[in-house]
């Protein structure tokens, strides 16, 4: 079996046979601080909702949460096509 490592800026591609994993660490790092935003502001906003006068603040945070949840498969599609051009060039 061949294997090759190469690092470009934050890149790690490793080549083993025909199969190749890609590594690409900018994303992997958005995902998981999309994910710690999204548990946070969903936490908090549980908590808002124990107080009558806090509720809107609590939907607004809920809200924003939802927001995030869009933006995970976003992440991800971005880094496949951008996998998807960089597999293409080789």
Sequence with gaps: ???EHRHQ???EVI???QYGI???RP???LYMLNDF???LIFLVGSFLFLYESMKTAGCWLFAAGSLLLLIRPTIRLVH???YKRYSGKQ
Excluded: A, T
């Design 1 to 3: 079996m061949k294997e």
């Design 9 to 11: 800026k934050n890149e």
């Design 15 to 17: 080549q083993i046979g």
């Design 22 to 24: 890609f590594f690409k």
């Design 27 to 29: 994303y992997q790092v």
């Design 37 to 39: 935003l999204i548990g």
């Design 80 to 82: 496949d096509i951008h």
